[in-house]
């Protein structure tokens, strides 16, 4: 359904310039889900733009729903929906004309318009908030209105850039309900995200994007199964037991004697794996058990971002 | 979406200008306020002009002043009403929904032509009750049937093409407020013309521009023939001003709406 191969793009111009996408290679299948997670800044809005047809692409090619989206560009739109990071919704006006709106831009007679807002308004639970301006809205019922307006077409393919993002935990969950209601219902599904769980619960493949490139590609079970899912963060019990235990560390803070390993989670795992460190029972002061952040997976896809100065040890 | 692919590309601008349209007047008359100032002003002007200054000012016609002043009136309101559509324009640049419209490949143009043709719709409102407010203060033109379709339809023209260039304007600017600045604009235009006095009782030095700029012949004309007196050419030099501002504005605005959005 989406097909790219070595998607360039630099903003900028000169000595400024900068390389936002660096040969970037996705493949997304019919009917699946699939997100790009990378951290603030990586290139995510870019590549969604560039295969939505908002943004041009200094070099590479790219299909999506086997329209070229350079020289197919009106194809393309007509095939996918965006909803951006910042929703693109019509503060001036209700919920339900933004969604008329579209439906008559979309070339629906009224009546047909009509009754297609109706229609989302109730499955995005906004029946209620139809009438009041789209300025009013919360952010998680902004975004709500800005895929159902994405979705008045019937496109075969949705990106969301950043769907949750900013979002309230309670937003973010209704939100995932409505990416799994999509995906159940036959649709192709391109998401980005900042969270190696929201990535984990709503799709089939992943690829991680770090500084424009492609650092890991592969379902969630592939990836966990190299970032481990926990981190175990030991204390130290003083210096000398800091400095026996750091070479095993993916994370290090010598300031207080704190290191971390990654470990499935599991009480069988931690208990096994203090003993295999720590034999004598003598070098670990205390310990805490942390999910695996997206920190953690970038230190262990690509060594970066540890808290020391110390080279990378993974 | 399968009834697009039978519409052809003109049907579809069409189709898309329209529902643009439907929407700027939609948010107009929930913005009562903005446009009821951009009427007030006009007609306090008149207003003012009529009984505080009108006696001390020679027209040299013999008409009553309120029937010299009414067409410049009339011009200043399109110019403040238009300014409107600046600010509509630019605010729509900045929101979220032209990204949404660009998605559904709504060209520039239908964008424009929305903001345009409600614009139109406000000022022919405005118009006709400001020739409400002069007739019950004393305005009694006396046009021939051809005379006030004439006049009619070259406001119309003037209207259009202040519209077109508000929308441009509105391109340009960076924030809402520089674009309300439009109104100044318009202002600036029309003071140094024939809206209140003669151009010849104004210091020499601005009579080459008060004689040669757009707002002088509409007037001149629109008081002609609301009059019945007789307009010679300047019918036709305020049609050529008017179709000039509107294609420059036209193409320039396309120009402007691709940049900003590439
Ligand atoms: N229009 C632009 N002009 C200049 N730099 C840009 C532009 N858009 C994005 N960038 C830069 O490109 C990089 C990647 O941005 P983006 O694709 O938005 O990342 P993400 O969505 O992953 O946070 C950032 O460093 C950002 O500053
Ligand atoms: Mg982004």
Request: glycine share 8%.
């Given at each position: 359904m989406i097909r790219a191969t070595g998607l360039e793009k630099s903003y900028g111009r000169g000595d400024e310039r900068v390389k936002v996408l660096d040969g970037i290679d996705l493949s997304v299948e019919r009917g699946t889900v699939f997100a790009l997670l990378g951290p603030n800044g990586a290139g995510k809005t870019t590549a969604v733009r560039i295969l939505a047809t908002l943004a041009d692409a200094d070099g590479g090619t790219a299909t999506v729903a086997g329209y070229d989206v350079r020289t197919q560009r009106r194809q393309v739109r007509r095939a996918v929906s965006l909803t951006g990071q910042f929703a693109s919704v019509d503060e001036k006006q209700t919920g339900e004309e933004n969604l008329r709106m579209v439906a008559r831009l979309g070339g629906l007679s009224r009546p047909a318009a009509r009754r297609r807002a109706a229609e989302l308004l109730e499955r995005f639970d906004l029946t209620a908030a139809g009438r009041r301006l789209a300025g009013t809205y919360s952010g998680g019922m902004r975004r709500r209105l800005d895929l159902a307006a994405g979705l008045v077409g019937e496109p075969r393919v949705i990106f969301l850039d950043e769907p949750t993002t900013g979002l309230d935990l309670r937003s973010r969950q209704e939100l995932w309900q409505v990416v799994r209601g999509l995906s159940a219902g036959g649709s192709t599904v391109?998401?980005?995200?900042?969270?190696?769980?929201?990535?984990?619960?709503?799709?089939?493949?992943?690829?991680?994007?770090?500084?424009?490139?492609?650092?890991?590609?592969?379902?969630?079970?592939?990836?966990?199964?190299?970032?481990?899912?926990?981190?175990?963060?030991?204390?130290?019990?003083?210096?000398?037991?800091?400095?026996?235990?750091?070479?095993?560390?993916?994370?290090?803070?010598?300031?207080?004697?704190?290191?971390?390993?990654?470990?499935?989670?599991?009480a069988a795992r931690v208990r096994a794996l203090l003993d295999e460190i720590d034999p004598r029972r003598r070098d670990v002061a205390s310990f805490t058990v942390h999910s695996a952040t997206l920190d953690d997976v970038f230190l262990a896809l690509t060594g970066r971002g540890r808290t020391t100065e110390e080279p990378a040890r993974v | 979406m399968s009834d697009t692919a039978i519409i052809s590309p003109v049907g579809r601008a069409l189709n898309n200008s329209l529902v643009m349209t439907a929407r700027s007047v939609r948010l107009n008359t929930r913005n009562v306020d903005a446009i009821f100032t951009s009427l007030m002003l006009p007609i306090m002007l008149m207003l003012i002009f009529v009984y505080l200054f009108g006696g001390a000012i020679s027209t040299g016609t013999g008409e009553p002043y309120v029937a010299y002043v009414v067409p410049g009136v009339l011009l200043l309101c399109a110019g403040f009403g238009s300014s409107g559509t600046a600010v509509g324009v630019n605010e729509d640049m900045k929101g979220g929904i032209i990204d949404r419209l660009r998605s559904l490949d709504v060209g520039g143009a239908s964008i424009l032509a929305g903001h345009v043709a409600s614009s139109t719709v406000r000022n022919t409102v405005s118009t006709v009750l400001v020739l409400g407010v002069a007739l019950l203060i004393g305005f009694r033109p006396s046009p021939t049937l051809p005379g006030a379709l004439a006049a009619a339809g070259l406001l119309l023209a003037f209207i259009v093409a202040i519209s077109w260039l508000a929308a441009t304007v509105g391109l340009v600017t960076k924030s809402p407020e520089a674009a309300g600045a439009f109104s100044f604009f318009m202002m600036f235009l029309t003071y140094p013309s024939s809206t209140f006095a003669p151009i010849d009782t104004m210091p020499g030095w601005i009579h080459g521009f008060a004689h040669h700029q757009p707002v002088t012949p509409v007037i001149e004309s629109l008081r002609g023939l609301l009059l019945n007196d007789p307009v010679g050419s300047a019918p036709w030099i305020a049609l050529a001003w008017c179709t000039g501002i509107l294609l420059t504005a036209m193409a320039l605005s396309g120009r402007l709406f691709r940049n900003r959005t590439a």
């Open positions: 391109f998401l980005t995200t900042q969270y190696l769980e929201e990535a984990d619960q709503l799709s089939d493949r992943i690829a991680v994007l770090d500084g424009g490139r492609l650092v890991a590609e592969g379902t969630a079970t592939e990836l966990k199964s190299r970032v481990s899912g926990h981190r175990l963060d030991l204390v130290a019990t003083d210096a000398a037991a800091y400095e026996r235990l750091a070479p095993l560390a993916v994370q290090l803070s010598p300031d207080t004697l704190t290191l971390g390993l990654p470990t499935d989670g599991t | -």
